[in-house]
């Protein structure tokens, strides 16, 4: 059971990490194209479905030479279809929208970082650090 | 690293607002300025577009100024018949600025400006957050 890469807390809190890295791109992304024609926000697939989705297929490397498939992780930023209101240029960015997610995004990384560290620190507990 | 990638799209963002604000500063420089000969054309207003483009660099879409261009749109003219240029009837061409449509755009550059600022700020926050684990 603690082998399942979900429910170890340290694995968890790692992915948790790595999506909310990949979502400040994301969000930095749109709110630099906050003024761009025609630009429509995008954002990742949430956190739970990614995390369900965990045993998808990824590109195989039988060599050590092939390079890490980064397909995957780069495409599921998608153009949101759901969107406030729309420029007469076609953009659909609502700063407030976008900065609010920032700090939702800042503060969970805040707690999947203390998650983390206080699961490092018992490990040093026992190493007797 | 994404954070990283977040930083330079930040900075990616800024720099094309920065490039708006100086196009603003020339237009309103440029308010006055009219033709030299009687009849001739004055300062037309440029106008930024903006894109989202790929990055070769650094692998994602960032912000950039696709091209300066230039407004099209009447001139307003102004009777002057002592201006040099002055046509045939006396009337002297303008720029076709309009103080507050610039004035606005200003507004609209700097509140893009630091929204990209405060992005910055908080990816800087999270990876000092992600350093400081290492201790």
Redesign the interface.
């Known amino acids: 059971m603690a082998s399942s890469p979900t429910l170890n807390p340290l694995a968890l809190a790692e992915r948790r ?2 999506w ?3 979502r ?2 994301v ?3 749109n ?7 025609g ?1 429509r926000p995008h954002d990742l697939t949430p956190f739970r479905r990614e995390l369900e989705g965990a045993s998808r297929i990824a590109l195989a490397r039988t060599q050590a030479t092939h390079a890490a498939g ?1 397909a995957a992780s780069r495409t599921n930023a998608r153009a949101e279809r759901a969107v406030g209101e729309v420029t007469p240029d076609g953009n659909a960015v609502s ?1 407030d929208r ?2 609010m997610r ?2 939702e ?2 503060t969970a ?2 707690v999947a ?1 203390a998650i ?2 206080s699961f ?1 620190g018992m490990f040093r507990t026992t190493l007797g650090r | 690293m994404d954070l990283d990638r977040a930083l330079r799209i930040s900075a990616a963002g800024m720099a094309a607002q920065s490039t708006r604000l100086r196009v603003v500063a020339e237009n309103l420089a440029n308010r006055d300025s009219t033709g030299e000969s009687p009849g001739a054309d004055p300062y037309r207003r440029r106008t930024v577009d903006f894109a989202n483009r790929l990055d070769r660099a650094i692998g994602v879409e960032t912000v950039g100024v696709a091209r300066v261009g230039t407004a099209r749109g009447e001139f307003p003219t102004r009777y002057d018949p002592g201006h040099p240029a002055a046509d045939e009837n006396g009337y002297v061409k303008t720029p076709n600025v309009d103080s507050l449509v610039e004035v606005m755009d200003m507004r609209e550059a700097q509140r893009s400006y630091s929204a990209n600022l405060s992005v910055l700020e908080t990816t800087r926050a999270m990876i000092t957050r992600a350093i400081e684990a290492l201790r």
């Open positions: 990490l790595h909310l890295d990949r400040q791109s969000l930095a992304q709110i630099a194209n906050a003024d761009t024609p630009y980064s700063l976008e900065a920032v700090a995004t800042d990384h805040a970082m983390h560290r490092m």
